[in-house]
């Protein structure tokens, strides 16, 4: 059997006992020390500390056991202590008990019994420090629960201050720069109005983008399926980005292979996927680029790629793409803007679903993102 790595010092002034109290102790822990007067105890200890000391109670005229375990753990609280007698009287026992003694053990014993009262002392310190430490895990994970649920509240009450007091102005200025564009005559004049414009549609996009993954999150908003036009859809939601490729003098191509056909899916969510991943093929592209938008039907699946020629990411990026708050790379989070929550709000739909999302470099440079629905759900 493996020792224990502790430290013991045994303490008796008979020569006989201290032997063999020291050989059978060898046999439990990796380190035993030996004390035959107070005196010499007194000096052991004050050298160092020692995770256990078993002293005789009655020593000699400069000390008992009793009087040096109190000692000890006026020292020490952590060392423990058992005492030894040959003279068992309820005093004595209550005494030893008193001054902090772990045990109180008679003699004569055997060796099996002292190895296992030794054994058993260090088992049940390993168990109270075990106890311990769950306790101490307990209380961190409490805190850490009781500071989560604090955030919690935090973002929702953000998340609601957001909703109220940015949708509803933007709302407005989006109305107003609608109406103002349509009274601006003077090319210089209708530049500066389209930038504004493109400015508070972007906004408008990331705090739209903000929403629909707390609610995803929250299990605040559910999927609604109903007959859907994935064609259509598509369509649709490019349509609704277009200022964002004239921005970048992006080329948009589009490209169908098999018959199409109408799946059972929540409309609404699927042309937030559709607009993410233009949005995403546009933000991190080139200033002039391309996307290309491939459909393709067949009997088990529906799948749509939107391939891009930007500068693409590292293939240690790759694994956390999906991941919320994630940007590709320092210089894409200066250069380009965004939260970081488009991909992960794509996953997240496409996985409610029951479809799937996936994201591969180009040879040539840039990004293809794949996004499918299976037959089941035609």
């Known amino acids: ?224 399926k109903k007959d859907t036009d994935l064609d259509a859809l598509l369509e649709e939601a490019s349509r609704a980005l277009k200022f964002l490729y004239e921005d970048m003098s992006i080329g948009v191509t589009f490209a169908r292979e098999g018959e199409p056909y109408h799946v059972s899916a929540d409309p609404k969510l699927l042309s937030e996927v559709f607009k993410q991943l233009l949005v995403n093929g546009v933000k991190f592209n080139k200033k002039g680029g391309s996307i290309s938008v491939r459909s393709h039907y067949s009997a088990e699946r529906v799948l749509f790629s939107f391939s891009d020629d930007g500068s693409g990411v590292s293939e240690e990026a790759m694994p956390h793409l999906f991941d919320s708050f994630f940007q590709a790379a320092d210089y894409l989070t200066r250069e380009v803007g965004g939260i970081g929550l488009g991909l992960a709000t794509v996953k997240r739909i496409m996985d409610a679903h029951g479809g799937g999302v996936s994201a591969q470099k180009n040879p040539g440079g840039g990004m293809t993102f794949v996004v499918f629905l299976s037959k089941h759900n035609v």
């Open 1 to 224: 059997m493996n020792k224990i790595n502790a430290s013991v010092l045994v303490i008796d002034d008979q020569e006989e006992m201290l032997a063999l109290c020291v050989s059978v102790i060898n046999e439990v822990v990796s380190e035993v020390e030996e004390a035959s007067s107070s005196t010499a105890a007194r000096a052991a200890f004050h050298k160092r500390t020692f995770d256990l000391v078993l002293t005789d109670i009655n020593l000699d005229d400069k000390g008992n056991g009793v009087a040096l375990a109190k000692e000890i753990k006026s020292i020490s609280p952590d060392t423990k202590v058992i005492i030894m007698t040959a003279d068992p009287t309820l005093e004595t026992a209550i005494g030893g008990l008193k001054s902090g003694a772990e045990d109180y053990i008679i003699k004569p014993f055997s060796a099996e019994y002292l190895y296992s009262v030794i054994r058993g002392v260090f088992d049940k310190a390993a168990l109270s420090s075990e106890l311990a430490r769950e306790k101490a895990m307990k209380h961190e994970l409490e805190d850490a629960y009781a500071q989560l649920k604090a955030s919690e509240s935090a973002k929702d009450a953000f998340l609601s201050r957001v909703n109220h007091e940015l949708r509803t102005p933007l709302a407005i200025a989006l109305a107003s720069s609608e109406l103002l564009g349509s009274q601006l005559a003077e090319e210089k004049q209708r530049e500066l109005w389209r930038r504004s414009d493109r400015a508070l549609k972007g906004l408008e996009l990331e705090i739209g983008k903000l929403l629909l993954y707390s609610g995803l999150l929250k299990g605040e908003i559910q999927v609604e």
